[in-house]
Nanobody, 114 residues
């Protein structure tokens, strides 16, 4: 089992920045890919970014060039640096980790005001 705890969400003005963190504990040696999804009110959950154990990164087109995902394997933590934030980035952001199944964090709210 893996436990994921997100932090770093909050309220920011458009154009601002936030950094989300996701700390993993438990059977972390089994984790390959980690990343982030988000879900805005009334919308389906949307994949945002992912990073593999060897630091290969992938991004959704909607965040490419604005968000950066990184991983500190020594701290068992994955980060999402979000810059040039837009009101449409407002959502609950969920961290995930893929082992034999996908594990999820509890989510952290990001609100971008215009």
């Amino acid at each position: 089992q893996v436990q994921l705890v997100e932090s770093g969400g909050g309220l920011v003005q458009a154009g601002g920045s936030l950094r989300l963190s996701c700390a993993a504990s438990g059977s972390i040696f089994s984790i390959n890919t980690m990343g982030w999804y988000r879900q805005a009110p009334g919308k389906q959950r949307e994949w945002v970014a992912g990073i593999t154990r060897d630091a290969t990164t992938l991004y959704a087109d909607s965040v490419k060039g604005r968000f950066t995902i990184s991983r500190d394997n020594a701290k068992n933590t994955v980060y999402l640096q979000m810059s040039s934030l837009k009101p449409e980035d407002t959502a609950v952001y969920y961290c995930y980790a893929i082992l034999a199944t996908t594990h999820w964090g509890q989510g952290t709210q990001v609100t971008v005001s215009s």
